[in-house]
């Protein structure tokens, strides 16, 4: 059986286009070594890593009301006034708590709490650290925080690469004292983390280069979301559309102007059929065609001549 390691790319709820790849994938008969991903690609990488198929992970992201992540308590709820007080005292329009309840119940079904639980070097996910300006690849980075990377919940490393900034709460962690310098505000003390894909949302050199067993050198597959809505102009109604609109348009812009011709040939380009991250209340039919968009995607790239799996 052929081996592959899987980065898959960020796109909120377009995520059930990537399940479709997956389960051509496993029809060609090809295994899952490591795999990463940035926000919603990093729900699927953490799925798969602690054993779940493409059946499976299809029934979950069908059966799953994702408006139900959206909710606010208490007098964030009275309109205008209480989303706009939280974006401020916050950071964030929602907490990303149903997120991390979800994603933590569908690990621990598996058995799986931290990256202790899991192979070493299965599961690497992107996040982006807004204090330092730097990006992280978790677990490995959070040793930086003085944290133990093993130990790290798995779910914990979701939320931080899910942060769509000023749509879910940053995640803050503690700054070790030597990187706070001679400032000693509060706030000083802490790093904030959102979404993987402020800084790389399609990751692939994330395991260049790595050697398999007998010395052959083991194929890195991206998935890509692609076709982000180029020609649907966005309704800018206020800061948080207006921020909404810069960081879906960084999204699709940054990483596809870097990504070399050789790495081209190895992702799978996946049509999103003009949904966007953030479509919440995908109708039945639109899930279904996402998920086909993915499926077909797959099973043009793994039949085309010459496909860059296959080559020894």
């Not at 139900?68 to 989303?83: N, T």
């Not at 925080?145 to 979701?158: E, K, N, S, T, W």
């Not at 994330?206 to 076709?227: A, H, K, M, W």
């Not at 870097?258 to 919440?280: V, W």
Request: net charge positive; glycine share 12%.
């Amino acid at each position: 059986m052929t081996t592959i390691n899987a980065v898959f790319e960020g796109g909120g709820v377009k995520g059930i286009g990537l399940v479709g790849a997956i389960k051509a994938t496993e029809e060609k008969g090809i295994a899952f070594g490591r795999v990463a991903g940035t926000s919603s690609g990093s729900i699927i990488a953490a799925l798969l890593a602690a054993g779940y198929t493409a059946e499976e992970l299809r029934r979950i992201v069908e059966g799953t009301p994702f408006r139900s992540f959206l909710s606010r308590g208490g007098l964030y709820r009275v309109k205008l006034i209480g989303p706009a007080a939280r974006l401020f005292i916050k950071g964030g329009l929602y907490s990303g708590e149903g997120l991390t309840y979800w994603i933590t119940s569908l690990l621990a079904a598996k058995g799986i709490r931290t990256f202790d639980d899991l192979p070493a070097g299965k599961l690497k996910i992107v996040a982006s650290d807004i204090t330092n300006g730097k990006l992280l690849v978790l677990p490995d980075d959070i040793a930086d925080y003085q944290l133990d990377p093993g130990r790290m919940p798995v779910a914990a490393a979701v939320r931080m690469s899910a942060s769509i900034p000023y749509f879910f709460d940053p995640v803050r962690l503690r700054l070790p004292r030597q990187q706070r310098g001679d400032n000693k505000s509060a706030r000083r003390m802490w790093a904030y983390i959102v979404d993987g894909g402020l800084l790389s949302n399609f990751p692939l050199w994330l395991f260049d280069p790595e050697q398999g067993e007998g010395g052959r050198r083991t194929p890195v597959v991206g998935y890509q979301l692609v076709g982000k809505n180029e020609t649907e102009p966005r309704v800018i109604r206020g800061p948080v559309t207006m921020f909404q609109a810069m960081f879906e348009t960084m999204l699709q812009a940054h990483d596809e102007r870097y990504i070399e011709k050789q790495n081209r040939e190895r992702a799978i380009k996946i049509p999103t059929l003009g949904m966007r991250s953030t479509d919440f209340d995908l109708t039945t039919q639109e899930s279904d065609a996402l998920y086909k968009s993915g499926y077909d995607a797959a099973r043009t790239y793994f039949a085309k001549p010459g496909c860059r799996v296959f080559i020894p």
